[in-house]
């Protein structure tokens, strides 16, 4: 793998657990609960889809899109 594309990746996936771990915070949840959650309803193939533009994002905004994605896909929190 290319050392850019290994960079980026890394990137990916530390601003996803940021994600997850705020995620917890807010909703009291687990880490392990907040991963699950998310992966079941979207949010974290949402996170790695839109990396480009979220990480640029206020995480609260990045929160409530969450919030609204998994809603949306059947999360009822």
């Known amino acids: 793998m290319e050392l850019n ?3 980026k990746s890394k990137n990916v996936i530390d601003y996803i657990a940021f994600i997850i771990n705020e995620f917890s915070l807010k909703n009291s949840l ?3 609960q907040s991963f699950n959650y998310l ?5 974290i ?4 889809e839109f990396y480009d533009v979220e990480h ?6 990045t929160l409530e ?3 609204h994605i ?3 896909n059947g999360g009822a929190l």
Do not use: I, V, W
């Open 45 to 48: 193939e949402f996170l790695d």
């Open 65 to 67: 899109a969450l919030q």
């Open 70 to 72: 998994c809603k949306r």
């Open 30 to 32: 687990s880490m392990k």
């Open 56 to 61: 640029c994002e206020n995480p609260n905004l």
């Open 39 to 43: 992966y079941r309803y979207g949010g």
């Open 5 to 7: 594309a290994l960079s």
